[in-house]
């Protein structure tokens, strides 16, 4: 499973040891072995920490997307550009982009 995967490369890549991240979640290390080796179901507040601890998305942990924060969610103002860029033709979109990249050249 992802999810087991996830959370070894997590710890892994942060630098911690299987005795810290168990301390951190309140289970005994030898808990959080078994976690990582897929070898028992982890409770979904202990998935919620870790996503807290890693600064990650759950969607991440559970192996769903491979952003690490999950969707990005646009502003009101975003939404309202998106949805007048789309009613655009295809050419008055590609004229909409290269202003763009003029607009943010020239800062």
Same mark, same amino acid.
Request: hydrophobic content about 35%.
């Given at each position: ?9 997590? @710890? ?5 040891? *299987? &005795? ?9 290390? *030898? ?14 507040? @202990? ?16 192996? %769903? ?14 939404? &309202? ?6 009613? %655009?033709?295809? @050419?008055? *979109?590609?004229? %909409? %982009? ?7 050249? @020239? &800062?």
């Amino acid at each position: 499973m992802a999810f087991y995967r996830r959370i070894r490369e997590l @710890r892994e890549d942060n630098d911690k040891t *299987q &005795k810290e991240v168990a301390e951190y979640l309140g289970t005994p290390y *030898q808990y959080y072995a078994v976690y990582e080796k897929g070898g028992s179901e982890i409770s979904f507040e @202990r998935a919620i920490m870790l996503a807290k601890y890693y600064n990650v998305s759950l969607d991440y942990i559970a192996g %769903l997307t491979n952003e690490k924060h999950g969707a990005v969610v646009a502003t009101e103002l975003e939404e &309202k550009i998106i949805c007048a860029v789309s009613e %655009l033709s295809p @050419r008055a *979109q590609r004229s %909409l %982009l290269d202003f763009i990249n003029e607009l943010t050249e @020239r &800062k």
